[in-house]
């Protein structure tokens, strides 16, 4: 700095030879963006007009009779898929869903105070629900079929993973309907936040006499529309549709819904990182200890909390007296000093015979 102070042409001489290097790189920066073989003018795309936005959604939330039937034919869809256990036929009744417009429809006229078609996509959506309920619940009487699986099980315990989707989904379903070049992406977000199918699931619960499946499923159903509600209308507010003192009352509702249900989905991902902590000891141990449970199938394990105790439940598949009681308590001490809490372990074994036929 002293050497500068005594030398002020140099310094200048400095400052001007670093402001050129910044302007030849800013230059050669911007001919190899715009070289390119690929079109940017998409970055620089605008939002739809609002009358043009407007008349969209309007139209995504009339109570038609294509609607009313899409989503019918999707409720088929999804409750058999379910009841067949079929991942690939549950995306299909997702990808037909049309229920996703009255919900964008419900978080734009949030934002922008349009009374009107916020009462006409809510009776939309209100109407799309009690269909799909009742498909549901008829599909599944006239099936007759009285077990559920893995697909139905899977959206009756929803967490706070499932509100992260649905809000990331409803931002981006309301920025695609923001955006013409864009709409094709529509798709994926109704395969992402999956609405039709917690909905079957409270069909098929109420089918099947199962009111804890109806009530997990009602969750899962109430967290995705607070989510997409919510997240879509800050999208619709950040791209200068309507504004903050206009949604602030629509907002103010999402947020205290979702506190509501957060309650709920952080019970539920404790218990979910509780499971997986003493999935992994248990493998651990079997590991570490190989005449610990050698040769045997582990066919589940479940963990829950009550008050400092944790209740450990493995179920295994092991020939008659394979286990004894010394090793079901090494399990228990270990998964103690694993997980820092006093463990009631419970061990349940499926006996499994072998029978040989060997070779005349």
């Known amino acids: 700095m002293l050497l500068l102070s005594q030398n002020p042409n140099r310094f200048r001489g400095i400052i001007y030879l670093t402001l050129k290097k910044y302007v030849i790189y800013k230059k050669k920066i911007g001919q190899f963006w715009n070289n390119q073989s690929g079109d940017w003018k998409w970055l620089q795309e605008k939002p739809i007009p609002i009358a043009g936005l407007n008349r969209n959604l309007w139209r995504l939330a009339v109570p038609s009779f294509s609607f009313h039937f899409m989503l019918g034919l999707s409720s088929i869809i999804a409750t058999l898929g379910l009841l067949a256990d079929s991942a690939a ?10 229920l996703m417009g009255p919900i964008i429809g419900i978080a734009y006229s949030m934002v922008v105070a349009n009374r009107r078609l916020l009462r006409r996509s809510s009776l939309t959506l209100l109407s799309g629900i009690i269909l799909t309920i009742v498909t549901a619940y008829v599909a599944t009487t006239l099936v007759g079929l009285r077990t559920v699986d893995t697909e139905v099980l899977a959206r009756t315990n929803p967490t706070l993973l499932d509100l992260g989707i649905a809000l990331a989904a409803g931002a981006a379903g309301a920025f695609a309907n923001s955006r013409r070049r864009i709409a094709d992406a529509l798709p994926g977000v109704a395969i992402a936040v999956a609405l039709v199918p917690p909905l079957s699931v409270i069909g098929i619960g109420l089918a099947l006499s199962q009111i804890n499946l109806a009530v997990g499923a009602s969750v899962l159903f109430l967290t995705n529309l607070t989510g997409i509600v919510f997240s879509g209308g800050i999208v619709f507010v950040c791209q200068s549709y309507g504004n903050m003192a206009k949604a602030r ?5 999402s947020v205290c819904a979702m506190c509501l249900l957060g309650i ?6 404790r218990d979910l990182l509780l499971q997986e902590n003493v999935r992994r000891s248990v493998v651990r141990l079997v590991r570490e200890q190989v005449d610990i449970f050698a040769d045997k199938n582990i066919r589940s394990i479940t963990a829950s909390s009550q008050s400092d105790l944790l209740l450990v439940e493995i179920e295994v598949a092991a020939p008659s007296g394979s286990i004894s009681q010394n090793q079901v308590n090494v399990v228990r001490d270990f998964l103690s000093r694993q997980l820092e809490r006093p463990v009631n372990l419970q061990v349940r074994i499926f006996p499994v015979d072998t029978l040989q036929a060997p070779a005349n």
Request: no cysteine; net charge neutral.
């Open 264 to 269: 709920p989905l952080t019970l539920s991902l």
């Open 89 to 98: 036929i549950i995306i299909g009744a997702m990808i037909i869903a049309p």
């Open 249 to 253: 009352q629509g907002l103010l509702f």
